[in-house]
């Protein structure tokens, strides 16, 4: 199991920046592969973004692609999701998972086996 605390949520502006964090603990950080969902309230969690075990794939849901970008350093067991120009349809609830695996494959839905607490992102007009 990997524990998952996510931070870096907050209150800014439409067109600001925030970075969020997320730091692991537990088994072989490199051995997963991470990704961003987000919760609105009242809307099903979405999937924003997933970067595989190695770091040398990603992928991101049309809605942030172009303004947030997801990178890992294992070094630090933290997985990171900087978001530029955000909107006050990027408001929600933000979480961090990670996926157990042993390929170099990346997941886009909610198969991920571990789950943070959240944070909250809130993008005023």
């Known amino acids: 199991q990997v524990q998952l605390v996510e931070s870096g949520g907050g209150l800014v502006q439409a067109g600001g920046s925030l970075r969020l964090s997320c730091a692991a603990s537990?088994?072989?950080?490199?051995?997963?592969?991470m990704g961003w969902f987000r919760q609105a309230p009242g809307k099903e969690r979405e999937f924003v973004a997933a970067i595989n075990r190695d770091g040398s794939r990603t992928a991101y849901a049309d809605s942030v692609k172009g303004r947030f970008t997801i990178s890992r350093d294992d070094a630090k067991n933290m997985v990171y999701l900087q978001m530029n120009s955000l909107k006050p349809e990027d408001t929600a609830v933000y979480y961090c998972?990670?996926?157990?695996?042993?390929?170099?494959?990346?997941?886009?839905?909610?198969?991920?086996?571990?789950w943070g607490q959240g944070t909250q992102v809130t993008v005023s007009s």
């Open positions: 537990g088994r072989t950080f490199s051995a997963n592969a």
């Open positions: 998972a990670a996926k157990r695996t042993y390929s170099t494959v990346l997941f886009t839905t909610t198969i991920y086996d571990d």
